[in-house]
């Protein structure tokens, strides 16, 4: 008889035992979610090295194709005889030939000129970095041709993918657009008075943009560099 009780006790005890709540499809899609968030957030921070050497495959794949248009389109004229002002004006220096002041009054003037008839090289190089580090990169999931050499890819930080804003906001940082774009609005509608001194001023707030982003990559533990801060995003090493 005592058997028999322990064995109804054991039978009520799985039927009545409470069900457990099936998860719906809302909450599973967010757990899974927080799951590839937390192991793209987990992933090894890569060393610079790799980063460098994809970044330099980058630049120079950028700038190869940017080389071979602009080698199909008919040189400037005023830009090759201002180019040899320039020169000019250089080697005079250098021999003693002018005083710093005038050689400093014939540079501005020259600079502004040499750029000014540069205006169709700098829109294309802007518009090639776009192409590139934001839309292909994009299309590309988070990987351009030398991450993808180097094994290392963008991902964001908090979100399930990357989105073209997070890649946006990082080449106008780390790929200098902000900058190269402040520079031609500057040599477009500054004039001659002012473009030399903004130019420069914007040249030197891009290398310290560098400095500080290549500092942040090298001391921070996830390897985050300021653009990948304003971004959302981390370069992380894949196996």
Do not use: W
């Not at 001194?197 to 560098?210: N, P, R």
């Amino acid at each position: 008889m005592p058997r028999e009780k322990k064995k109804k006790e054991e039978v009520d005890a799985v039927i009545y035992e409470p069900k457990k709540k099936k998860p719906s499809v809302k909450e599973e899609k967010n757990y899974s979610d927080k799951e590839i968030v937390l192991e793209q957030t987990s992933q090894t921070k890569p060393y610079f090295f790799p980063r460098l050497i994809a970044y330099i495959i980058d630049i120079l794949l950028v700038s190869l194709v940017c080389s071979g248009v602009l080698f199909l389109i008919p040189k400037n004229e005023n830009y090759q005889k201002y180019m040899k002002e320039y020169e000019q004006i250089q080697a005079d220096f250098i021999s003693e030939n002018i005083t710093y002041e005038e050689y400093f009054n014939k540079s501005v003037d020259v600079i502004y000129d040499i750029d000014y008839n540069n205006v169709i090289s700098m829109i294309l190089e802007i518009l090639f970095i776009i192409l590139y580090f934001v839309v292909f990169q994009f299309y590309n999931k988070g990987q351009t041709f030398g991450k993808r050499l180097m094994k290392l890819r963008v991902v964001s930080v908090k979100e399930k993918e990357l989105t073209l804003n997070q890649m946006v906001y990082r080449a106008l940082i780390i790929n200098s657009i902000f900058i190269n774009l402040l520079i031609l609005a500057s040599l477009l509608f500054l004039g001659r008075s002012y473009y030399y001194y903004a130019s420069a001023s914007l040249q030197f707030l891009a290398g310290g943009i560098v400095l500080v982003t290549l500092f942040m990559i090298l001391f921070r533990k996830d390897g985050r560099g300021l653009h990948d801060v304003v971004a959302g995003t981390k370069v992380i090493q894949e196996n």
